[in-house]
């Protein structure tokens, strides 16, 4: 693994870092308080590229790297998580599904608007009773000629609310259990598609989360992507690349409480000296920066591979629940390194704890990468490379 950035990388590293800096960090916390969604940075994040990064140039993409991808998320979600994970949604789990997984004129249709920020996608794979257990599904598609009628309700939806286009896993034979789950491309703006409710979330507040609801909704056979029966093997595909875009997410959370940390440490007085100089801060602030580091090399290791062309499920469970559970661990202790002041919302460190607890949750828990990856050390053991 080379571990120098390309001229390439740093150029897309900057663009997100200078964009985040100008145009997010002014609004970030009113955004945190309001809960408004902002429709118009993401248009400009779509406009400079940053919401088709991988999607190759034909469909309107920029064609960058994974590792391009990398470290434009952790540049904006250092900012804001919010407009983070509605950049790594979009990117990771709906552009890169139809891209790899979608017919030439699917790729035309919706990738083009997807990836210049004229359109917004979301993901719906969670439903009220299937979380971490997603073959549980319910929601059905029953072909009917050339159309899909589908009927069910999905939970737990990024950008739900305001997406133009939603990949939908949907159960089209209820014999088959997992193998019976077929995908998707909804167009929102049909008759049959309703907006439920929109969660009052803990953190990650300007990125709007809700259910969605099929009554009799009429999708086209053209609009299906993959095969029947394919949709659960596409899910998990996907989600080995979101996976990647939550940790680093996550990475961005855990350097905005450090680089914050190590400021309020080495101003703030107490005793006499500046309170870094006293070890209880000085080994904590020692501890984020190693797990920071180690959060780096895991997701940065993760997209290398990816980007080889190579299988990830285990790298990208093993970057994201480390670097959840890292900025977990930071932005807690960046609280403690702060006192009184990071319990107030005068600073921005209980934003980073409330929108770091998501990052363990979302796109498969802690508990979930774990037993990803117990399973995939079973089948290295099975294949005799253990």
């Known amino acids: 693994m080379d571990f120098e950035f390309t001229e390439e990388q740093k150029m897309i590293q900057e663009l997100a870092r200078e964009f985040a800096e100008r145009e997010i960090a002014p609004i970030a916390a009113k955004l945190d308080e309001t809960g408004e969604f902002p429709h118009e940075t993401v248009k400009k994040m779509g406009e400079l590229g940053l919401m088709g990064l991988q999607v190759a140039p034909e469909y309107g993409g920029a064609g960058a790297d994974p590792i391009s991808y990398v470290l434009a998320v952790k540049e904006i979600s250092k900012v804001d998580a919010s407009h983070g994970v509605i950049m790594s949604v979009n990117n990771s789990l709906v552009c890169y599904g139809i891209e790899t997984f979608g017919t030439e004129e699917q790729k035309k249709k919706f990738l083009t608007p997807l990836a210049s920020g004229q359109a917004l996608g979301a993901y719906a794979l969670t439903e009220p009773q299937a979380g971490s257990d997603a073959s549980n599904l319910r929601c059905s598609a029953k072909r009917e000629g050339d159309v899909y009628i589908i009927n069910g309700t999905k939970a737990w939806v990024t950008s739900g609310p305001v997406a133009d286009y939603i990949i939908l896993f949907a159960v089209t034979d209820p014999s088959k259990g997992h193998k019976g789950i077929t995908a998707f491309i909804i167009d929102t703006h049909q008759p049959g598609f309703k907006v439920g409710k929109i969660e009052p979330k803990l953190g990650i507040r300007a990125s709007h989360t809700s259910e969605i609801h099929f009554e009799n909704y009429r999708v086209p056979v053209e609009n299906r992507l993959g095969e029947e029966g394919q949709g659960f093997k596409i899910a998990m595909t996907i989600l080995d690349m979101g996976?990647?875009?939550?940790?680093?997410?996550?990475?961005?959370?855990?350097?905005?409480?450090?680089?914050?940390?190590?400021?309020?440490?080495?101003?703030?007085?107490?005793?006499?000296?500046?309170?870094?100089?006293?070890?209880?801060?000085?080994?904590?602030?020692?501890?984020?920066?190693?797990?920071?580091?180690?959060?780096?090399?895991?997701?940065?290791?993760?997209?290398?591979?990816?980007?080889?062309?190579?299988?990830?499920?285990?790298?990208s469970s093993m970057a994201k629940v480390f670097a959840a559970e890292t900025a977990m661990w930071v932005t807690t202790k960046a609280i403690q390194v702060h006192g009184g002041m990071g319990y107030s919302k005068e600073l921005p460190i209980e934003r980073y704890f409330r929108d770091a607890k998501i990052t363990e949750i979302y796109e498969g828990t802690s508990e979930i990468q774990r037993l990803v990856i117990g399973r995939q050390i079973l089948k290295e053991l099975e294949a005799g490379l253990i």
């Open 243 to 315: 996976r990647i875009g939550i940790a680093a997410q996550a990475w961005g959370i855990a350097e905005a409480a450090y680089e914050a940390s190590v400021r309020y440490a080495t101003q703030r007085e107490a005793f006499g000296q500046p309170i870094f100089y006293h070890e209880a801060i000085m080994f904590m602030i020692a501890d984020m920066a190693t797990r920071i580091e180690a959060t780096k090399l895991l997701t940065l290791q993760a997209a290398y591979k990816k980007m080889k062309g190579e299988r990830v499920t285990k790298y």
